[in-house]
């Protein structure tokens, strides 16, 4: 029941333009009081602040300025070009770049914005300009941005592996392969209803011209082996690998492709960190109403609640899927993750789920 009526409390917030971190921080105040009493409020600063104290947290506002970086350089434009020189002889193949492109910056920058941000600009046009309808290659680019949510470095699985204390660096290989899969599955659609609809192929197979491109776009396609390598052998950490993930980015736009400048910089900082500021006053705001969940003992009861219903496991994952999915309707997914992650955790692990599995 509190649940509920918290929920209810922060929905009726959003509903009058109350931004999430506010309503979220509003709610978790009003608790608090509820519980505490006023001498709780010179302990909210406190709260806020240790909510948002987390090393691994680093990793976020890395790999967001590491994906701005990108967006402000040429790396989209010639992986476009590349990935046009491997797959345009193929009927829907500008559909299936898109996806591939948007699969590759998903393993760069961690986060679906960016990816659309990068992608959009140069995807759409082209898109459009062979005679793609324009809701289809919109569904596209912005479905295959997802990707980013479940591909590595996924900045929802490093918030997640806060929240649920487990390994960022297990997440990360968990979300490998199916990642990939959904990915090949976004291909053979675009295949099939290009096929259904008589797209036309937009160019013959050069393999001089897959040489050229490959060359141009070569210090790009090694950026995950220099961000991901470095995570899953074990020699740097996923907030460490963010840092490699700025520097890389830097050096390509400002060394290599020399198209990086002082005004696209400034752009990069202020676009990293506006999303930074974003995910990171959802993770403080949310620390208020965990302190009163914990106090209250709710995630525990809330288990023991739904294991006197039913203890098997796939009926209750089936059920949280279903909860994520509805929630997920209403909040950004940073969002939803830190506010139930705590209160659901308790039933996982009672229920004998693995917390990698339910993370991906």
């Known amino acids: 029941m509190t649940i509920l009526l918290m929920l209810i409390a922060m929905f009726v917030l959003i509903l009058i333009n109350v931004p999430i971190a506010v309503a979220l921080g509003i709610v978790g105040v009003v608790a608090m009081w509820v519980t505490q009493g006023p001498d709780m409020l010179p302990n909210v600063a406190l709260v806020l602040y240790e909510g948002a104290r987390s090393f691994p947290l680093l990793a976020i506002p890395m790999f967001i300025f590491a994906g701005a970086l990108m967006n402000a350089s040429s790396i989209s434009i010639r992986l476009f070009a590349f990935a046009s020189a491997l797959l345009g002889f193929i009927r829907g193949g ?7 492109v948007s699969m590759f910056f998903s393993e760069l920058s961690g986060s679906a914005v960016a990816g659309v941000a990068a992608t959009a600009p ?11 309808p324009r809701p289809f290659s919109a569904a596209v680019t912005s479905s295959s941005a997802t990707l980013a949510i479940i591909l590595p470095p996924s900045i929802p699985m490093i918030l997640y592996g ?48 897959v040489w050229v491109t490959f060359k141009a776009a070569i210090w790009a396609l090694f950026l995950p082996v220099i961000i991901l390598g470095g995570i899953f052998g074990g020699i740097v950490t996923a907030t460490e690998g963010g840092a490699r993930a700025v520097v890389a980015a830097l050096f390509l736009g400002v060394v290599v492709y020399r198209d990086l400048d002082v005004k696209f910089l400034y752009r990069a900082i202020i676009e990293g960190a506006t999303q930074t500021a974003v ?31 039913t203890d098997e496991s796939w009926a209750i994952l089936a059920l949280l899927n279903v909860f994520f999915l509805l ?6 997914s940073a969002a939803a993750i830190i506010l139930v992650v705590p209160v659901v955790m308790p039933l996982v692990l009672a229920a004998g789920i693995d917390p990698i599995h339910f993370g991906v």
């Open 162 to 209: 806060v929240m649920a204390e487990v390994s960022i660096v297990q997440l990360f290989v968990a979300g490998i392969v199916p990642g990939l899969i959904a990915g090949l599955l976004m291909m053979l659609l675009c295949y099939y209803y290009a096929r259904r609809y008589n797209w036309p192929v937009e160019e013959i197979f050069d393999l001089c011209r």
């Open 122 to 132: 140069v995807l759409l046009p082209a898109m459009y300009k062979r005679g793609y």
């Open 279 to 309: 995910v990171m006053l959802l993770v403080a705001a949310s620390a208020l109403v965990g302190v009163y969940l914990t106090e209250m003992r709710i995630p525990g009861q809330l288990a023991a609640a739904i294991l006197t219903v």
């Open 94 to 100: 500008l559909a299936m770049v898109n996806v591939g």
């Open 327 to 332: 929630i997920g309707l209403f909040l950004h």
